[in-house]
């Protein structure tokens, strides 16, 4: 990929620190593209963003994210809240096999300790 200019979809487009992101990634130069569930997304109004994907929650959004993420030929997804870790966790295998996108991903065990204030305090506790 040497050469060529990154595409990436920064999910939860509504929250601040996928706002953050957005300007980072579109500031080195690359193509941005922010996924939003609601219409009129904060993350759509950077300079940095050049599209905002909206698919809202409905009973095929699974297929209609994964049909996009193909149709669009993302580089790289980058989940950034709960909810997106949720879905992409869920749609992990289906994203490996459906599209060439890379996705920045923790491990289920990570992701499952970080919201989890009991498996937090208890890693905590075993490192000191």
């Not at 200019?5 to 579109?26: E, N, P, T």
């Not at 009973?59 to 049909?67: A, G, M, R, S, V």
């Not at 970080?114 to 305090?121: D, G, I, Q």
Request: proline letters at 2%; hydrophobic letters at 35%.
């Amino acid at each position: 990929m040497k050469g060529a200019k990154l595409k990436i979809l920064v999910f939860d487009a509504d929250q601040k620190h996928s706002l953050g992101i957005v300007r980072h990634l579109g500031k080195k130069g690359y193509t941005v593209h922010a996924l939003t569930y609601t219409q009129c997304c904060l993350s759509s109004w950077s300079k940095y963003c050049d599209r905002e994907i909206f698919i809202p929650f409905h009973n095929k959004f699974d297929d209609e994210l994964i049909d996009t993420i193909k149709k669009e030929q993302y580089d790289i997804l980058i989940p950034v809240g709960t909810t997106s870790y949720k879905i992409c966790h869920r749609l992990h295998d289906r994203l490996v096999i459906e599209t060439d996108a890379k996705l920045l991903l923790t491990s289920n065990k990570s992701f499952e300790t970080a919201m989890s204030k009991e498996l937090t305090l208890s890693l905590a506790d075993s490192i000191g």
